[in-house]
């Protein structure tokens, strides 16, 4: 048992889950994941490199991916936003990877050091065109260990980029963790029956070799990475099949915690170090008499949708906090329409929810949400 | 200096071609130029991989019988520092143009020369945007016309080989697809090079850049490059007056200096990591 720091635990669940390359850019709130990859990496025969910036850092990830490396890099919003274009790379080509984003205020350069949620829709539509997103999030340190170690292990089946999303808070505070230590470092075996005529599909990935002749591009392009013909048929096929992939393990790839809600008439739905607060909250309210329970949503994309209606089906009211100003609680009331109402509480100054302000917002919006029901009887 | 390929069709991946070059696009010959180099290096494709941009030159990766990528537009260098770190036993050669190399990946340039990383990165210089129909790149000279310049270019030129000696690339050459021997030659010098390696070649686009500006056909193109380059490198004595309104080729530096992935090599095992180079 010792004190772990968030970003630490990161670069320990990354290790755990095999990473030996990382490339970054410097940047608050992330930056010691950056610092201790530097001092750990070289010890194991791993590769540690500084890009000039967050493009170029995920480009290199991506490049290292194809040269058969465990590869992540890691940031925050402002470097979140430059990796776009490489996030859509990554998704067109297939190519397993992680990227931590330690989640500022923004927009823009916004509070460098003060924790938000406010990335959590541009990591699932930040990157233009159509793409399957495994997106996660972490409320304590141990998740945070958790849920990288897990990461490099689903982009690896999944042959796409996982997103773990932290914060500001979860990034710097401790917390007393028992950890296994780091497991010999991670060399990749090619199975000698794979199909190197067929790179990209329905196909486990194959990164470079002797005995390859693949072609990786972001241009539209079929199994075999041709990009000539009717390859727009394909290409779509191929998109949809990895959508298609995640919905199959749905249940495997979904994860979330429920906290004192066997009984309860009203829920709060929340993710990351806001759910901490909710945490609390709830064991205020049930002081108060209130049958109130918690949903912790971990794994945020794929959007957990029948966990979600089957709640709702249960309460009759849901609270969503988060630090953003009304994020993911558009998929949430998509989800639960007409089964249960759904209130938001946002904030976006910097500062984190108290369970006090969660509490009373679930006073309120049952409150509100009862006299509806009655006025409508 | 290397003789011409007798087949250098192994090189290639056929079932690419045609390639997407118009006719008279000097690419074609730097693709020749870029087989008769691996012809004479000698090494085994599967230990070879070529990576572009986006743009005409970034298509070069598909037509090679080799590991590929066709990565983002100027970005190629950021995906090549990463393959060649993940296998530095890879010979990583990069196309890229001169939009992709000295505008949006202008940065990874001239870091990836600073850092001094076992790559080879092709310049082709057409000095204008081929791909999305003829724009003002970079390297469009002053007065020529472009789509976007249609009265004339009013910016100075990037001058791909001094930014390359000022980055620190140990290997800078210049060339043209006029000089047919030259091509291969300054390739395969920059692949054999353990450094990070520049060679631009002044390519003709007679679709756009030719016809924007009234440079007649490919031949008289490729005579143009003739008549407005010079030998001027580190051997050569040349005056003020001979240079005026030409632009220099040759070698401008071929030197050794530590090599980004043998120092990385030294700090891994100075900390007992088994990273080898």
Known sequence: ?377 | MPKMGEDLHQYLRQQMMPTVWCPGCGHGNIARAIATALEHLGTDLGQVAILGGIGCSGRTPFYFNTNAMHTTHGRVLAFATGLKLANPRLTVITAMGDGDALAIGAGHFIHAARRNIDLTVILYNNSIYGMTGGQQAPTTPFNFRSTTSPFGNIEPTFDTVDLALAAGATYVARTTTFDFAEMPEYILGAIRHPGFAVVEILSQCPTYFGRLNKLGDPPDMLEYERNHTIVADEESVISRDELLGNLPVGVFRQEIRPEYTHQYADLCQARGGAYRA
Request: net charge negative.
């Open chain 1, 1 to 377: 048992m010792r004190l772990v720091q968030g970003n630490e635990a990161v670069v320990l669940g990354a290790l755990a889950g095999g990473c030996n390359f990382y490339a970054g850019y410097p940047i608050t709130p992330a930056t010691e994941i950056m610092e201790q990859m530097a001092r750990v990496l070289p010890a194991r025969g791993g590769v540690f490199i500084q890009m000039e910036d967050e493009l170029a850092a995920l480009g290199a990830v991506i490049g290292a991916a194809w040269g058969g490396m465990r590869a992540m890099t890691a940031t925050s919003g402002p470097g979140f936003s430059l990796m776009q274009e490489h996030i859509g790379y990554a998704a067109m080509t297939q190519t397993p990877c992680v990227i931590v984003d330690s989640q500022r205020v923004g927009p823009s350069t916004g509070q460098p050091t003060m924790p938000a949620q406010g990335d959590v829709m541009q990591a699932r539509w930040g990157s233009h065109g159509d793409r399957p997103a495994i997106v996660v999030t972490a409320s304590s340190v141990k998740d945070a260990y958790q849920m990288t170690q897990l990461s490099f292990e689903w982009a690896d089946t999944y042959r796409l980029p996982v997103i773990v999303l932290l914060d500001a808070v979860l990034s710097h505070m401790r917390e007393n963790v028992e950890l296994p230590p780091a497991p010999p470092p991670f060399s990749r075996t090619l199975s000698p029956d794979v199909d190197v005529e067929k790179p990209f599909g329905n196909h486990p990935f194959v990164p470079f070799a002797e005995t390859t002749r693949t072609i990786v591009t972001g241009l539209a392009h079929d199994e075999t990475g041709a990009t000539r013909g009717t390859v727009g048929h394909a290409s779509e096929k191929i998109i949809r099949d990895a959508f298609n992939r995640l919905n199959h393990d749905y249940a495997a790839i979904t994860q979330y915690r429920e906290y004192r809600l066997e009984d309860a008439a009203w829920a709060v739905v929340s993710y990351g170090i806001t759910a901490r607060a909710a945490r609390a909250a709830v064991d205020i309210l049930r002081g108060e008499g209130m049958r109130v329970g918690l949903l912790e949503l971990i794994s945020l994309w794929p959007f957990p949708e029948p966990t979600v209606q089957s709640l709702a089906r249960q309460v009759q009211g849901i609270l969503m906090p988060e630090l953003n100003l009304g994020q993911l609680i558009l998929p949430l009331r998509a989800a639960v329409e007409g089964i249960c109402p759904v209130a938001g509480l946002g904030r976006a100054d910097g500062e984190l929810f108290t369970p006090e302000e969660i509490a009373n917002a679930m006073t309120s919006h049952s409150t509100h949400a009862e006299r509806r029901v009655s006025h409508h009887a």
